[in-house]
């Protein structure tokens, strides 16, 4: 019997606990600061049970992961390097949907010692992103050509029946890695130049594609796609990007809500008792009255009213109280939690698109696009929890299996892994629909 533990019970867990326990031959344990949450996952299958764990105490979290023999680590990004650095001491392999930080590069090493797996990138975005973009990339090249252009998408949303906010988006993730992502910076190659965006210029930086089932989203950069050169083995290329998808509006709003201030990290302790208007009043230097709205938006010179009344309808001109938060991106994280959430029967969707071009000896140009938009089921798993933890739960049956042998710090970006997963996934139905253009 294969033991393995996963730490965290969140929205994008219990496809990987159903797909792990209908395996015979594994069992798990669900560790989480809340067990009765883990508990309903388990919901009392035989081959699972749950602990309580908080991550921040090593002696817990050691003595799991010495009792396991894979660690799944699905907690906020900033535990993995914990987590891994306990793993490597105990040879146990590990698997995360998250992207590779530099604490968890700098393990490479230290894990090949060890003779353990870090698999990280197992996921959606980066995850089946890296994989799908691969099998393609290792396809031109096995034919002779080269790839010289390369744009990839990705977003989960709102299916389009379900799309009935302002903001246009509800959470089938974590709130706060939605905000918290809306403070990065990005870089990408734009047709030979490189093109650099800073955190506050970043939803000044989009364009609109256009989709025949779903109608138009808007794209924003997502971090920086310099070091995809190397790891996709792209030499030569010419352009590559690599955006977050949302519907209209997204972005120009969000643009307001960051020079507002609504995403600043300072830990305060004056929120508590105030209200939403008066703290919009604050960041904004003006006077709480009842020309709020209009002061703030000739403070930031927004003239578009949707931007404004998307604010309002969020609250932020209101005198409601504040939650019980003691940053103000906590307060607006729990505030669009609080009011973009899916309704009973409401899909959501994810949709990963790429748009390749590829060139060859004989002088042919290829236009290659691959689309995958994968729903949610109404009332059962969401696309985004489906598409995040079926890779990953497909991977750690692989290792498990020893048919995944690598060791170190790795993304699925080898054969070895990737096809085996991508093939695995379009048998449950999720399928990329491939087009190629002379």
């Known amino acids: 019997m294969n033991n393995v533990l996963i730490l965290g019970a969140g929205m994008v867990t219990r496809p990987m606990v159903d797909y792990l326990l209908a395996r015979d031959n594994i069992s798990i344990v669900l560790a989480d600061v809340d067990q009765a949450r883990a508990d309903a996952l388990i919901s009392g299958h035989v081959r699972g049970s749950s602990a309580l764990l908080d991550v921040n105490d090593n002696d817990a979290l050691g003595a799991l992961i010495k009792k396991a023999d894979l660690v799944v680590s699905l907690v906020p990004y900033t535990y993995h390097p914990i987590v891994a650095k306990i793993c490597i001491a105990e040879k146990k392999n590990m698997v995360t949907a998250s992207y590779v930080s530099p604490a968890m590069k700098d393990m490479d090493q230290s894990a090949k010692d060890a003779g353990v797996l870090i698999l990280n990138e197992i996921g959606l975005d980066p995850g089946i992103d890296h994989m799908s973009a691969m099998r393609i990339i290792h396809d031109v090249e096995r034919r002779g050509g080269k790839i010289s252009s390369f744009y990839s998408y990705c977003g989960g949303l709102p299916a389009p029946e379900a799309n ?3 903001l246009g988006y509800k959470f089938s993730w974590s709130p706060k890695g939605v905000v918290l992502a809306g403070r990065n910076s990005a870089k990408y190659l734009r047709e030979g130049q490189t093109v650099d965006i800073a955190s506050e210029d970043l939803f000044t930086h989009t364009w609109d594609l256009d989709f025949d089932t779903i109608g138009t989203l808007s794209a924003y950069p997502n ?10 083995g792209l030499k030569g290329i010419y352009s590559l ?10 972005c120009e709003t969000w643009k307001a809500l960051v020079d507002l201030g609504y995403l600043n990290l300072e830990e305060r302790h004056d929120l508590v008792g105030r209200s939403y208007a008066s703290l919009t009043a604050e960041l904004a230097g003006v006077v709480h009255d009842i020309n709020l709205q209009d002061s703030v938006a000739k403070l930031l010179g927004v003239t578009d009213k949707a931007i404004m009344e998307r604010m309002k309808w969020l609250g932020l001109f209101s005198d409601e109280p504040l939650p019980d938060q003691q940053t103000v991106i906590d307060v607006i994280s729990a505030r669009l939690l609080e009011k973009m ?5 409401e899909r959501d969707m994810v949709v990963l698109h790429h748009d390749f071009e590829a060139t060859f000896p004989n002088g042919k140009i290829e236009q290659i696009t691959s689309t995958l938009i ?3 089921i109404p009332d ?18 692989l290792i498990l299996e020893g048919k995944i042998n690598e060791v170190g710090v790795r993304i699925p970006v080898d054969r070895e892994i990737y096809e085996p997963v991508l093939n695995e996934l379009e048998s449950m139905g999720v399928v990329f629909t491939e087009k190629v253009v002379d």
């Open 164 to 166: 009935t906010n302002p």
């Open 223 to 232: 971090r920086d796609s310099m070091p995809y050169r190397e790891i996709y």
């Open 241 to 250: 990007y690599r955006g977050t998808l949302r519907y209209p509006g997204w």
């Open 341 to 345: 959430q899916y309704d009973k029967g």
């Open 374 to 376: 994968e729903y949610g």
């Open 380 to 397: 059962g798993d969401s696309a985004m929890a489906r598409t995040v933890s079926l890779p990953a739960a497909i991977a750690v049956r």
